[in-house]
């Protein structure tokens, strides 16, 4: 009996090898099924099943390598199986300084749980590269998205751009320099770094304007962060510093994206009219923007809050 009580199992193992997915779910479902004990007081909330609210954080993603030096992405990827995905390209302003690529990962978030692929892009600092490196460098991380496109669940055709502080400017130049050649390396040159929406956070838009305007920084002065980003003090470099004007690159001749700006009118460091100069030009060239003054909002103090945020994310839902 033994014997043939052993025959016995391995023909029901041998069958079971060849038993379909769907017959082995169903087994499963047989041997642990839902329980559907209720009791006095318990609550009920529902599970979805694709797991759309669910979001990845992925660090540290390398998009470009520039000798020995690794720029790195912190990615956010909307869970389940929908996508692809728009994709929002953060820029985390540090006065073009080494930046801290997480302090944002909080807020970004709630956009990767509303269904955007959102990259945090690390660029070189002004320690190590003067500009227009830093340009190169974000153009450089929005083409290698597009070319890993499919592996992140992005939509390649719909990418947007937002920065704060430095990175609204940059954020502001990948908008107005579409298609020039000077700021282009060579990495993923099949891939285009366009974006069709724009968010500039508090951005210098002029730098030789910034000092008509007080604030706690003399911008003019050898050893401002502007002066650091072009190599000199920007009076004495005015060639180099219309080169990283972002209003330099608007004119009636070309359609940019849309731009939202938003500014703070009580920051203290990128003075209110910067915001109102870009606006300003944007407006003239009759190009699609939108403008907000945050009152009471400082240099990113009192200024992250939720009515902020949705007035971004509309604009990336209209645009994106």
């Known amino acids: ?30 041997r642990f099924p839902a329980d559907h004990t209720s009791r006095i007081g318990m609550q009920v909330v529902f599970a979805e099943k694709d797991d759309s ?4 954080y992925i660090p540290d993603v390398v998009y470009k390598t520039v000798g020995d ?17 728009p994709l929002i390209v953060y820029i985390q302003g540090s006065a073009w300084m080494a930046q801290n690529l997480y302090s944002a990962i909080p807020q970004l978030s709630d956009f990767a749980h509303d269904g955007y692929v959102v990259a945090s892009v690390e660029y070189r600092h002004s320690g190590e590269a003067l500009f227009p490196a830093q340009l190169e460098d974000v153009k450089s991380a929005i083409r290698f998205l597009r070319a890993n496109a499919d592996k992140y669940k992005i939509d390649p055709n719909r990418v947007g751009v937002w920065g704060d502080s430095s990175g609204g400017h940059l954020a502001a130049l990948v908008g107005t320099t579409e298609g020039l050649s000077r700021f282009t390396s060579s990495d993923h040159a099949d891939q285009s770094d366009a974006v069709s929406a724009v968010v500039d956070f508090y951005g210098p838009t002029d730098f030789l304007k910034m000092d008509d305007y007080p604030s706690i920084i003399e911008h003019n002065a050898p050893d401002s962060p502007e002066s650091r980003l072009v190599g000199g003090p920007i009076q004495e470099n005015r060639e180099k510093v219309q080169e990283a004007n972002p209003i330099a690159y608007i004119s009636k001749d070309k359609v940019l994206p849309p731009f939202l700006i ?13 915001s109102v100069l870009l606006y300003d030009a944007l407006k003239q060239a009759n190009q699609n923007v939108t403008f907000y003054k945050v009152k009471g909002g400082g240099h990113g103090v009192n200024f992250w809050t939720k009515e902020v945020l949705d007035i971004v994310k509309q604009f990336f839902d209209a645009y994106l």
């Open 69 to 85: 030096r690794s720029l790195r992405l912190q990615m956010l990827v909307p869970g389940g199986n929908n996508g692809p995905y």
């Open 262 to 274: 938003m500014h703070g009118d009580e920051d203290q460091l990128v003075p209110f009219n910067q």
């Open 53 to 56: 609210y669910k979001a990845t």
């Open 1 to 30: 009996m033994k014997h043939r009580s052993n025959i016995a199992r391995i023909v029901l193992i041998a069958c079971l090898a060849f038993v379909p997915v769907f017959g082995m779910a169903a087994a499963a479902e047989d």
